[in-house]
């Protein structure tokens, strides 16, 4: 499967933005777990949130409780990752990443359990 994420840009403190991830390659999700991770400079990956794609249950790192969503478009296999009240903390590229495994019931936070990831999207927030 491919991944496209798409999104980001410039916003300031207090701010929204919802970035996509379609998924290409001709295939149904059916059976994978999709995520976000996001990269600052100089730190490593790390999990934002995910989506169990057949069953639609989510998850999401403590910092961004509350203030993202995850959402699934399945007929448009796409994924969105809707970002309120943004911080600069928040600032990184984000990646979008998928896993294969039919009958999964938990959602890893290991970037290491994910198959394929698109190139990220940088989000930046600022004033």
């Known amino acids: 499967v491919q991944l496209q994420a798409s999104g980001g840009g410039l916003v300031q403190p207090g701010g929204s933005l919802r970035l996509s991830c379609a998924a290409s390659g001709g295939r149904t999700l059916s059976g994978y777990t999709m995520a976000w991770f996001r990269q600052a400079p100089g730190k490593e990956r790390e999990f934002v949130g995910g989506v169990l794609w057949s069953g639609g249950q989510t998850s999401y790192a403590d910092s961004v409780k509350g203030r993202f969503t995850i959402s699934r478009d399945k007929p448009r296999n796409t994924v969105y990752l809707q970002m309120n009240s943004l911080k600069p903390e928040d600032t990184a590229v984000y990646y979008c990443?998928?896993?294969?495994?039919?009958?999964?019931?938990?959602?890893?936070?290991?970037?290491?359990?994910?198959?394929?990831w698109g190139q990220g999207t940088l989000v930046t927030v600022s004033s």
């Open positions: 990443e998928s896993r294969y495994l039919p009958g999964a019931l938990t959602i890893s936070t290991l970037a290491r359990s994910y198959d394929f």
